[in-house]
């Protein structure tokens, strides 16, 4: 019945949203924005821009199995350089 209603979906979306959540306050933990901002070039006040691009990623969830640090910061590294080519970020 709740399939019918769409709460299902309601509720799939809202534990995605929290674990992604969960991961972004554990990057940013392991890499302060500071680290983040020197590390790749984009000015502090951008970084959380730059979590929000990552989070609507759809391979972002992958990163809560990877769990290694380096793939963490690998996959940072990508997403920066993409992000700095859109019109996300605010000089």
Do not use: H
């Amino acid at each position: 019945m709740n399939k019918v209603y769409g709460r299902t979906n309601s509720l799939q979306d809202r534990v995605t949203r929290d674990k992604n959540m969960e991961l972004e306050r554990e990057i940013i933990t392991k890499f302060s924005k500071k680290t983040i901002s020197e590390s790749f070039d984009i000015p502090e006040p951008n970084i959380d821009g730059l979590l929000t691009y990552c989070i609507s990623q759809n391979d972002f969830s992958e990163l809560e199995q990877a769990g290694n640090t380096v793939v963490i910061w690998e996959y940072l590294k990508a997403r920066s350089i993409e992000f700095k080519k859109t019109e996300l970020l605010e000089e």
